[in-house]
């Protein structure tokens, strides 16, 4: 699974972050990164509720 961002979509309102911090941080700098876009399966069910939580819709996922 491959997470994708798209960054004119998102606001960096850490609702992922809450979500899976291993996966996603919002910075001092007040933007969004990935910190892992290749997640293993063991982080699955964290990153698809992280997709539908998004209020924004920004995060997607490749399979």
Do not use: H, Q, W
Not at 8 to 29: K, Y
Not at 45 to 62: Q, T
């Amino acid at each position: 699974m491959k997470v994708n961002v798209d960054f004119d979509l998102c606001t960096s309102n850490a609702v992922c972050m809450g979500i899976a911090p291993e996966i996603f941080e919002v910075r001092d700098d007040g933007f969004l990164y990935i910190l892992n876009d290749n997640p293993g399966p063991e982080l699955e069910g964290k990153v698809r509720e992280a997709v539908a939580s998004c209020p924004n819709g920004a995060i997607s996922i490749e399979e």
